[in-house]
């Protein structure tokens, strides 16, 4: 009976772990908007929803992949490692940087919404299984 009830929960807790982490990479475009030669990053929600979920959602930690012996080695809360991808940009600009501040705040709030209603739908959810779980 857990396992089912983990399971049902299953799909929920990754696409919150996964808003999060968007979260996260989308703050840290709008931190870097000014910096020379920073490289807008995203990824592709609903692949890596479905990566996660077919994983089964086994539990560790976000590993960041290095692509130089030279880099420090780093870790994070998240249950997936994520395949982060350049933003193509819109205008280019003289210092490098692809960082467009209208898709990004466009982007954070559209994440940050979806988020909200995530949160409900799983509170819904749980009241659900709660009142069935109660006696009479």
Known sequence: MID???ATLNFDREAL??????????????ANA????????DFDFSRELARAVERGGAEGGLTARTTSPRHLSASSSSTTS??????????PSLDGNTVNMDVERSYFADNSVR??????????RIQGLKSAMQSE
């Open 4 to 6: 089912r009830l983990a």
């Open 17 to 30: 772990n996964l808003r999060h982490e968007r979260q996260k990479v989308l703050a840290g475009n709008i």
């Open 34 to 41: 000014d910096t020379p030669t920073y490289k807008a990053r």
């Open 82 to 91: 994520l395949d982060l991808l350049y933003r193509v940009p819109d205008q």
């Open 115 to 124: 988020y909200q209603a995530a949160l409900t739908i799983l509170n819904g």
